[in-house]
């Protein structure tokens, strides 16, 4: 199976922006109407394969999308990459490094149907687990 992502040049109808290192184009399928993706033109699948300049202008480029989705599609906003290796490519899992802009509103369609089930996941942390982890994470 191709890269969607890397063969997206040929689709014209879906970009919005057409950057150095960067291009934005609409999530297809989408979550919601206005759902974007800002992808590298680049094939990597971590942000820290990406070169600096590379980063720049993909934060830059998620900032301005960002910024146009709350002038004009929807009050919120979510930014959101993905990086699970463990699961297998299809129509809408690509491993090709990408960034979601999704434009949310108060008890939309992916809170209704998806998100309000987080609440029953958040749990206060216990102390045991605060330590170890933080011990893993501090660790050379
Ligand atoms: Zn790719």
Redesign the pocket.
Known sequence: MG?P??DLNLEITRTLKEGETVRVIFSNPRLMPGHLLVVPKR?VERLKELTSIEQQELFDTVIEFQQQILDKIASGCDVRINYRPFQKEDKLKVH?LHVHLQPRALFDELYEKSQIFEKDVFKEIPKVELDVLKKRFLEK
């Open positions: 890269c992502f890397c094939h090709h």
